[in-house]
């Protein structure tokens, strides 16, 4: 029995009857883009994290470029971000022509050091941009204290925490702006390229409903720079029932978790570092990531035995070419080491048990062996 990393057509055939028909009302009503599904989606989303608007648009990154370019961040401004992250993270700010300023992660949770950030705020920074990696969020309302102290915008990368909490909160609901991806390997994924903007602001909202449309305030009037930024009704409507599904397949996802966590708990002594999840937070578990400075060992271990792995994210940001000249680096020791150390395992909702038990029979037969 093969063990995928991610099996997405497990997933498709649970939910194929339901995303077939919704697919099928789309091609009847062939209103492609900015369909009835697309307004659909967009109250269930913002009624699921508890906040007033959702916008959808084309991808995580155009949602992210959508909350600055509401904010009117360009050159001459910063916006501080962890230093381990996805490059788009970093991306959308140098495309606006703004200034990247890199700050540490912490070593445990992989999202922002909080205690770094203040001493990275000048008279340019204009927002921060937490990443809730791996399923988590950072410290949330740590982050708001700062944001109204030196009156910056807050905007929360959730790509991977969509469905996580802190004190009972749904991410995207902590900020001025929670911009997730809906990538099909996402804790909620469509079937190609989506994202969503969340919002509390009305005036923002509509501004970025703008944006995504080029700008457009009436029919070939164009009073904003924007983008093609929308997300097609196709998407839309088959993420659907996907999102009626989600509320379970988090359950899972933390059921698969803990079953790991207790397989591998003991794994310090020997170097191996489970995942940390803080005590208010529940994490949406995008990925299931270990710690080592034996990775390279344990992957080759586990090829062997037929076991996939992935590394997100081999280098920090601030280590990628393009950006080395296009950012101001406060700290990022942890997160260049980080990236020598992290690897993730097999993880997905529909994973049946004695799959992961494959996994996890493989990694307690090495880890025995160091």
Known sequence: MSIPFIDIKAQHHALKKEIEAQI???????????????????GKLAEFCGVKHAI???SGTDAALLAMMAEGIGPGDEVIVPAFSFIATAETVVLLGATPVYVDVDEETYCINVDEIEKAITPKTKAIQ??????QMADMEALQK???????VLIE???QSFGATQNGKKSCAFSHYGVTSFFPAKPLGCYGDGGAVFTNDDAKAERMKQLRVHGQTARYEHSFIGINGRMDTLQCAIMLPKLERFPWELKQRNELAKRYNNAFGEFSSKGIFI???KENNTSAWAQY???TTKRDFLIEKLKEKEVPTSIHYPKAMSEQPAYLENGRIVSDSISKRLGHEVF????????PFEIQDKVIQALVEIANQM
Request: proline fraction near 10%; aromatic fraction near 6%.
């Open 24 to 42: 099928s009302k789309v091609l009847e009503h062939c209103q492609f883009i900015l369909g009835p599904e697309v307004t659909e989606l967009e």
């Open 56 to 58: 959808t648009c084309s």
């Open 130 to 135: 937490p990443v809730s990696l791996y399923g």
């Open 146 to 152: 700062i944001c109204e102290k030196h009156n910056l």
């Open 157 to 159: 990368d959730a790509a």
């Open 275 to 277: 995942p940390v999840v």
């Open 289 to 291: 990531t270990l710690r």
């Open 344 to 351: 993730s395992l097999p993880m997905y909702p529909d994973m």
